[in-house]
């Protein structure tokens, strides 16, 4: 079988992959800083530590606040999720296998975007204190305490759980009726 493929259909298949990623690509993208047109191969992100707010009393002068500053380094990388696609499979079949394809190219690379994602994440240093056995009420609870005392933003908050994590949860009868509503 021949490999020379056009650089147009080259084109077209990396501008379709990208196409569906951007609308199902990456299910945690969204819950991280990003920076677009990166130059180079690695990019910072600077972080800026949370302040209080002091009172003042007429005519005093003002506290000024420095808060903490650091900066976390991006390395960046490709990811290629390539599939070729047989001219007498797509003869011999009646659905359109390109497009499936293109489906699967887009959901490789979501999926490792997200493992970079939780792989960073688990790599932070803040964690709550209870880290082993299964999913209870108590570690949401636990979670919950923890975002609340880091002054996380409701619609900040990500909570990345497995699927036989959540579904020991759902059968906890106990969990779903005590559940807070600002979880």
């Known amino acids: 079988m021949a490999t020379n493929v056009t650089s147009a259909f080259v084109q077209q298949w990396s501008d379709d992959v990208k196409h569906v990623f951007q609308q199902k690509g990456s299910k945690l993208l969204d819950s991280v800083r990003q920076a677009r047109n990166v130059t180079g191969s690695t990019y910072n992100f600077h972080v800026l530590g949370s302040v209080v707010a002091n009172s003042k009393t007429r ?11 650091s900066v976390v380094t991006c390395t960046l990388t490709d990811k290629y999720a390539p599939i070729q696609i047989d001219k007498l499979d797509e003869l011999k079949t009646n659905v359109d296998l390109r497009a499936e394809f293109i489906k699967a190219s887009a959901n490789s690379i979501g999926r490792a ?3 970079l994602i939780i792989t960073a994440a688990a790599a932070a240093s803040t964690t709550t204190a209870t880290t082993t056995g299964g999913l209870t009420f108590a570690k949401l609870q636990e979670i919950i305490t923890f975002f609340n005392a880091n002054d996380v933003d409701q619609e900040d908050r990500v909570l990345v759980v497995g699927d036989r994590k959540s579904t020991r949860l759902n059968s ?7 559940m807070p509503s600002s979880a």
Do not use: I, M
Request: net charge negative; aromatic share 0%; charged share 30%.
């Open 59 to 69: 005519d005093s002068d003002l506290t000024l606040l420095n808060p903490t500053q």
């Open 113 to 115: 975007v997200d493992d």
């Open 172 to 178: 906890s009868h106990s969990a779903k009726s005590r």
